[in-house]
Protein backbone atom coordinates (compact mmCIF):
# COMPACT_ATOMS: atom_id res chain seq x y z
CA UNK A 1 0.00 0.00 0.00
CA UNK A 2 0.90 3.38 -0.51
CA UNK A 3 0.61 4.19 2.85
CA UNK A 4 -0.97 3.65 6.23
CA UNK A 5 -4.51 3.23 5.97
CA UNK A 6 -6.95 3.18 8.95
CA UNK A 7 -9.86 3.24 6.44
CA UNK A 8 -9.13 1.41 2.86
CA UNK A 9 -12.02 3.28 0.06
CA UNK A 10 -12.56 1.43 -3.65
CA UNK A 11 -15.26 1.28 -5.84
CA UNK A 12 -17.49 -1.89 -7.25
CA UNK A 13 -15.30 -2.66 -10.22
CA UNK A 14 -13.18 0.19 -12.12
CA UNK A 15 -14.43 -0.67 -16.11
CA UNK A 16 -17.73 2.06 -15.73
CA UNK A 17 -18.88 3.68 -18.67
CA UNK A 18 -20.21 6.53 -17.11
CA UNK A 19 -16.66 7.47 -15.55
CA UNK A 20 -15.38 7.69 -18.99
CA UNK A 21 -14.75 11.40 -19.78
CA UNK A 22 -15.18 12.23 -15.80
CA UNK A 23 -13.24 10.10 -13.77
CA UNK A 24 -11.62 8.59 -16.79
CA UNK A 25 -9.63 11.20 -19.83
CA UNK A 26 -11.69 10.62 -22.77
CA UNK A 27 -8.63 9.51 -24.93
CA UNK A 28 -7.68 7.07 -22.14
CA UNK A 29 -7.09 3.20 -23.71
CA UNK A 30 -9.68 0.44 -21.50
CA UNK A 31 -6.85 -1.45 -20.65
CA UNK A 32 -4.81 1.52 -18.45
CA UNK A 33 -8.50 2.18 -16.49
CA UNK A 34 -6.81 0.04 -13.70
CA UNK A 35 -3.73 1.61 -12.92
CA UNK A 36 -5.44 5.08 -13.37
CA UNK A 37 -7.77 4.09 -10.80
CA UNK A 38 -4.69 2.83 -8.69
CA UNK A 39 -3.72 6.66 -8.65
CA UNK A 40 -6.57 7.58 -7.30
CA UNK A 41 -7.92 4.94 -4.72
CA UNK A 42 -6.28 1.38 -2.92
CA UNK A 43 -8.79 -0.40 -3.03
CA UNK A 44 -11.18 -2.28 -5.52
CA UNK A 45 -13.84 -4.84 -5.87
CA UNK A 46 -13.62 -7.46 -8.52
CA UNK A 47 -16.91 -7.82 -10.04
CA UNK A 48 -17.68 -10.36 -13.50
CA UNK A 49 -17.27 -7.15 -15.76
CA UNK A 50 -13.79 -6.72 -14.75
CA UNK A 51 -12.79 -10.77 -14.35
CA UNK A 52 -13.89 -11.45 -17.48
CA UNK A 53 -11.64 -8.52 -19.07
CA UNK A 54 -8.70 -9.78 -17.23
CA UNK A 55 -9.79 -13.67 -18.11
CA UNK A 56 -9.36 -12.43 -21.63
CA UNK A 57 -6.11 -10.07 -21.75
CA UNK A 58 -3.02 -11.25 -22.48
CA UNK A 59 -1.44 -10.92 -19.35
CA UNK A 60 -4.59 -11.28 -16.85
CA UNK A 61 -3.84 -11.36 -13.09
CA UNK A 62 0.11 -10.26 -13.83
CA UNK A 63 -1.22 -6.78 -14.69
CA UNK A 64 -2.73 -6.08 -11.55
CA UNK A 65 -0.77 -2.77 -10.23
CA UNK A 66 0.87 -3.66 -6.90
CA UNK A 67 -0.10 -1.34 -4.85
CA UNK A 68 -4.22 -2.06 -5.70
CA UNK A 69 -5.80 -4.15 -2.99
CA UNK A 70 -8.58 -6.37 -3.93
CA UNK A 71 -11.84 -7.68 -2.64
CA UNK A 72 -13.15 -10.57 -5.26
CA UNK A 73 -16.96 -10.79 -5.51
CA UNK A 74 -18.34 -14.03 -6.12
CA UNK A 75 -22.15 -15.59 -5.86
CA UNK A 76 -23.47 -18.59 -4.01
CA UNK A 77 -23.67 -20.36 -7.25
CA UNK A 78 -20.04 -19.94 -9.04
CA UNK A 79 -17.69 -22.25 -8.51
CA UNK A 80 -15.40 -21.78 -5.45
CA UNK A 81 -12.32 -23.83 -6.97
CA UNK A 82 -11.95 -20.28 -9.34
CA UNK A 83 -12.56 -17.85 -6.17
CA UNK A 84 -9.20 -20.21 -5.03
CA UNK A 85 -7.38 -19.48 -8.00
CA UNK A 86 -8.11 -15.67 -7.98
CA UNK A 87 -7.17 -15.47 -4.49
CA UNK A 88 -3.87 -17.63 -4.89
CA UNK A 89 -3.02 -15.43 -8.05
CA UNK A 90 -3.20 -12.40 -6.33
CA UNK A 91 -1.41 -13.01 -3.46
CA UNK A 92 -1.16 -10.52 -0.76
CA UNK A 93 -2.72 -8.04 -2.79
CA UNK A 94 -5.88 -10.29 -1.66
CA UNK A 95 -8.22 -9.13 1.02
CA UNK A 96 -11.24 -10.90 1.02
CA UNK A 97 -14.03 -12.78 -0.87
CA UNK A 98 -17.42 -11.58 -0.94
CA UNK A 99 -20.06 -13.89 -1.36
CA UNK A 100 -22.84 -13.23 -2.18
CA UNK A 101 -26.35 -15.25 -0.99
CA UNK A 102 -30.16 -15.16 -0.87
CA UNK A 103 -31.24 -13.37 2.23
CA UNK A 104 -34.62 -15.44 1.99
CA UNK A 105 -32.62 -19.14 2.12
CA UNK A 106 -32.89 -20.82 5.49
CA UNK A 107 -30.62 -21.40 7.55
CA UNK A 108 -29.80 -24.83 6.42
CA UNK A 109 -29.58 -23.57 2.92
CA UNK A 110 -26.86 -21.25 3.97
CA UNK A 111 -24.55 -23.89 5.87
CA UNK A 112 -24.76 -26.44 3.02
CA UNK A 113 -23.27 -22.92 0.75
CA UNK A 114 -20.97 -21.99 3.12
CA UNK A 115 -19.50 -25.71 3.84
CA UNK A 116 -19.39 -25.97 -0.16
CA UNK A 117 -17.23 -22.58 -0.10
CA UNK A 118 -14.59 -23.62 2.45
CA UNK A 119 -12.06 -24.66 0.23
CA UNK A 120 -11.95 -20.55 -1.18
CA UNK A 121 -10.83 -19.75 2.33
CA UNK A 122 -12.75 -17.10 4.28
CA UNK A 123 -15.23 -14.98 3.21
CA UNK A 124 -17.65 -12.19 4.21
CA UNK A 125 -21.23 -12.65 3.57
CA UNK A 126 -23.53 -10.48 1.13
CA UNK A 127 -26.99 -10.73 1.82
CA UNK A 128 -27.16 -7.20 -0.79
CA UNK A 129 -30.06 -4.87 0.23
CA UNK A 130 -32.44 -6.87 0.90
CA UNK A 131 -32.50 -7.46 5.65
CA UNK A 132 -31.89 -11.41 6.30
CA UNK A 133 -33.53 -12.99 9.20
CA UNK A 134 -32.20 -13.12 12.47
CA UNK A 135 -31.69 -17.04 12.49
CA UNK A 136 -29.18 -16.27 9.43
CA UNK A 137 -26.94 -13.75 11.22
CA UNK A 138 -27.20 -15.93 14.46
CA UNK A 139 -25.73 -18.97 12.56
CA UNK A 140 -23.39 -16.47 10.94
CA UNK A 141 -22.22 -14.74 14.27
CA UNK A 142 -21.59 -18.63 16.10
CA UNK A 143 -19.74 -19.47 13.37
CA UNK A 144 -17.23 -15.70 13.51
CA UNK A 145 -18.44 -15.45 9.82
CA UNK A 146 -18.90 -11.38 8.93
CA UNK A 147 -21.49 -9.96 6.50
CA UNK A 148 -21.40 -6.91 4.53
CA UNK A 149 -23.10 -3.78 6.08
CA UNK A 150 -24.79 -2.07 3.60
CA UNK A 151 -24.85 1.17 5.25
CA UNK A 152 -28.11 1.52 7.16
CA UNK A 153 -29.49 -0.40 10.47
CA UNK A 154 -27.21 -3.10 13.01
CA UNK A 155 -23.37 -3.30 11.61
CA UNK A 156 -22.80 -6.11 13.93
CA UNK A 157 -21.33 -8.10 11.08
CA UNK A 158 -18.08 -5.59 10.53
CA UNK A 159 -17.14 -7.65 13.69
CA UNK A 160 -17.93 -10.39 13.13
CA UNK A 161 -15.52 -11.93 10.09
CA UNK A 162 -11.41 -11.23 9.73
CA UNK A 163 -12.18 -8.18 7.87
CA UNK A 164 -14.80 -5.11 7.98
CA UNK A 165 -16.36 -4.67 4.90
CA UNK A 166 -19.20 -1.81 4.14
CA UNK A 167 -21.41 -1.85 0.70
CA UNK A 168 -23.05 1.86 0.21
CA UNK A 169 -24.93 2.77 -3.06
CA UNK A 170 -25.36 6.50 -4.85
CA UNK A 171 -28.17 6.89 -2.08
CA UNK A 172 -24.85 7.84 0.78
CA UNK A 173 -23.68 10.75 -0.29
CA UNK A 174 -24.92 13.69 2.32
CA UNK A 175 -21.98 14.49 4.21
CA UNK A 176 -23.68 14.19 7.58
CA UNK A 177 -24.56 10.08 6.42
CA UNK A 178 -21.43 9.66 5.18
CA UNK A 179 -20.03 10.53 8.74
CA UNK A 180 -22.04 8.19 10.31
CA UNK A 181 -20.97 5.35 7.66
CA UNK A 182 -17.05 6.26 8.04
CA UNK A 183 -17.70 6.41 11.44
CA UNK A 184 -19.01 2.79 12.13
CA UNK A 185 -16.41 1.71 10.05
CA UNK A 186 -13.50 2.99 12.03
CA UNK A 187 -15.12 1.32 14.97
CA UNK A 188 -15.50 -1.95 13.81
CA UNK A 189 -12.97 -4.74 15.57
CA UNK A 190 -12.57 -7.84 13.01
CA UNK A 191 -10.12 -10.97 13.85
CA UNK A 192 -7.26 -9.30 11.38
CA UNK A 193 -5.28 -6.20 11.60
CA UNK A 194 -6.78 -5.10 8.16
CA UNK A 195 -8.39 -1.77 8.13
CA UNK A 196 -12.04 -1.61 7.45
CA UNK A 197 -12.91 -1.79 3.70
CA UNK A 198 -15.47 0.89 2.20
CA UNK A 199 -16.76 0.48 -1.36
CA UNK A 200 -19.05 2.39 -3.25
CA UNK A 201 -21.27 1.15 -5.88
CA UNK A 202 -23.14 2.44 -8.46
CA UNK A 203 -23.39 3.21 -11.92
CA UNK A 204 -21.15 4.39 -12.17
CA UNK A 205 -19.70 4.88 -8.21
CA UNK A 206 -19.95 8.15 -6.98
CA UNK A 207 -16.37 9.61 -7.01
CA UNK A 208 -17.38 12.87 -5.26
CA UNK A 209 -19.31 11.06 -2.44
CA UNK A 210 -15.92 8.83 -1.82
CA UNK A 211 -13.51 11.50 -1.84
CA UNK A 212 -15.94 12.77 0.88
CA UNK A 213 -15.58 10.38 2.40
CA UNK A 214 -12.39 9.71 2.06
CA UNK A 215 -11.77 13.33 3.64
CA UNK A 216 -14.05 12.37 6.58
CA UNK A 217 -11.99 9.41 7.43
CA UNK A 218 -9.02 11.82 7.79
CA UNK A 219 -10.24 14.51 9.92
CA UNK A 220 -11.45 11.41 12.41
Not at 91 to 96: C, I, M, N, T, W
Not at 142 to 161: K, N, T
Request: proline share 6%; charged share 25%.
Amino acid sequence: MKRNYTLLIGACGWLHEGWSGSFYPDDLPADWQMAYYANAWPLALITARERTALTASQHGWQECDDALRFVGEWSWQDDPQQAEAEKRALGERYLATLLAVDARMDVGQLENILAHWQCAGEFIVDFSIEPPAKALLEFLKQHDIGWCWRGQGPAQGLDSGRVAIARVGPQCREARRLRTIVETCLAAKPRSDHPPLLLFDGQPPDVEAMNMAEVIASLL
